[in-house]
């Protein structure tokens, strides 16, 4: 990770120290069910983007906050293999339910293997295509929303969601950190340019209030007001 004002030899320091602290915390972090470890290991064997998975210490998170807000209803923007619906489900109230879109066919197909598999299957509802087309026709009030789909349009998303989120629920936002590439003076590619325009236009929203995290590859935590 890059941080402004680092020497190379200073930032391969703090890289070093981020693997270490990112170690540590996974030793005093829950694990992972049978279900999760199953998607871990096939996600890492076999997925050539298997960066992108949530993980032990980032699902526990997400299961929590879950499970401290008791949603009825979830929107997930971007389902990958799955792991982090099945963390997320997990603090669904009776009858409640988690609506997660894929881009890919590849993954949803996946993703829909694993939730077959899981004891809250009937409460995941895998939407297979664009996002953008797909949310307007969801007739449902969120109480949470996940975003962690292409970069390029987070704000586009936020955006999208936002009036359909209850006042008091909760919006998060995976990647804002972007493997430190916003921390630079000069920022490159679309994705990080992307997701610095994202965290600064929620910075200014006062229509909500937000604090980043700095776990794994950052979380924005977003409360509508």
Not at 84 to 104: F, M, N, P, Q, V
Request: proline share 2%; net charge negative.
């Amino acid at each position: 990770m890059a941080f402004l004002g680092l020497t190379f030899a200073e930032r391969s320091d703090v890289e070093i120290l981020n693997v270490f602290a990112q170690g540590y915390s996974e030793q005093f972090t829950t694990g992972e069910d049978e279900l999760l470890q199953e998607v871990a290991v096939y996600t890492n064997e076999n997925h050539p983007h298997a960066h992108m998975l949530s993980g032990q210490v980032q699902g526990k998170l997400l299961s929590m906050l879950s499970r401290m807000i008791r949603p009825s209803r979830i929107l997930e923007i971007g389902t990958f293999t799955g792991y982090s619906a099945l963390c997320l489900a997990e603090g669904l109230i009776d009858g409640g339910i988690l609506y997660t879109i894929e881009l890919r066919e590849e993954d949803a197909s996946k993703a829909l293997d694993f939730f077959n598999k899981s004891a809250v299957k009937d409460r995941i509802k895998l939407q297979v295509g664009n996002a953008l087309e797909i949310i307007p026709t969801l007739n449902e009030s969120w109480d949470m929303v996940f975003i962690d789909a292409d970069k390029v349009n987070y704000i586009n998303y936020y955006e999208m969601a936002l009036p359909q989120l209850k006042p008091g629920g909760f919006m998060i936002a995976d990647n804002v950190l972007f493997h430190g590439q916003v921390l630079e003076k000069q920022i490159e590619g679309k994705n990080a340019k992307a997701i610095h325009a994202f965290n600064e236009h929620v910075k200014k929203d006062n229509r909500v209030e937000q604090v980043l995290l700095t776990v794994r590859d950052g979380l924005m935590l977003i409360l509508k007001k």
